[in-house]
């Protein structure tokens, strides 16, 4: 007909895109399908565990982190000898003291509930210029420093160093979603070859 003579090349090819993009799209939405039915993404804490064991290379700390309580109060209530006490204390009723005391005066309290945290993200909330942070922890577990308003605490409870490998419970999530996405990856490519060898 007149009207297929018109086209031009580009609007054929404009077509040909479309049709390539429709056919992607149903391809994708039956990956997304057979993903939600198929894919196992049931994790045991065993199969965490034994990723992180496998690949003891990928698990390298890059920085320096920390499990530690840090609190800031201002100068004029601060009781330093009690604060330090109960900031190094380990017993339960120090802690209950402590987080009392802090929320009545603390500007800040972060106990990070025995989690690691990067110890860059607390140093950067004081007026303290550290270098060799690494040599530094390893002879310190407290630090107590002020400026001309407040007093700046943290204990430290324990801490790893660049270079050494993560704890388990540092990385966990990461693994998690690291084996999820390789589970993917080889469902996908095994969908693909099914679907091309089907036509």
Known sequence: SMAKKNLTSEQK???RELEEYRSSLIIHKYQQQLLGQKLDTALTENDIRQFYDHHPEQFILEQNIVKAVYVEFPKNVAQLDQIKKWMMAT???SRAELESYSFKYATKFDY???QWVDFAYILARMPLHWD???QRLKRNNFIEVNDSEKWYFVSIKDFRL???KAPFEYVKDRIENLILNNRKM???QELEKNIYQKG
């Open 186 to 188: 080889d469902f996908i």
């Open 132 to 134: 060799n942070t690494e």
């Open 13 to 15: 090819d404009f077509n």
């Open 162 to 164: 660049v270079g050494d």
């Open 112 to 114: 990070f509930n025995n």
């Open 91 to 93: 017993d339960d009723n």
